[in-house]
């Protein structure tokens, strides 16, 4: 049975830092594309770092570019976001998924080519 199980949220202060983990059970996290993506109350839920292996891309909207960084260690089986100078609007539920194929540049935040989700975490930043 595939699971993922996401960690590492919690409440920040603006400015501040988190590292969200997500596990990979029943499957290898390294030969899939993998997704964050992110939800917050009374809007769609939004990719915010998609992988495209085959293009060699890794997608960040303008909204945490330069701020959140994914990566991986393939013998914890486990992707990680890093988010770094949080921000009030970063508050939200964040998932990671595994893309179903080979994500491609034009596909790869495509949230329904996605067929695996983890749980969830919850980010909260406030003051």
């Known amino acids: 049975q595939v699971q993922l199980v996401e960690s590492g949220g919690g409440s920040a202060q603006p400015g501040g830092a988190l590292k969200l983990s997500c596990v990979g059970s029943?499957?290898?996290?390294?030969?899939?594309?993998i997704g964050w993506f992110r939800q917050a109350p009374g809007k769609e839920k939004e990719g915010v770092s998609c992988i495209s292996r085959r293009d060699s891309i890794t997608f960040y909207p303008d909204s945490v570019k330069g701020r959140f960084t994914f990566s991986r260690d393939n013998a914890q089986n486990t992707v990680y976001l890093q988010m770094n100078n949080l921000k009030p609007e970063d508050s939200a539920v964040y998932y990671c998924a595994v893309f179903g194929g080979q994500a491609t540049a034009q596909d790869m935040c495509v949230l329904t080519l996605y067929d695996r989700w983890g749980q969830g975490t919850q980010v909260t930043v406030s003051s």
């Open positions: 029943g499957i290898t996290l390294d030969r899939y594309d």
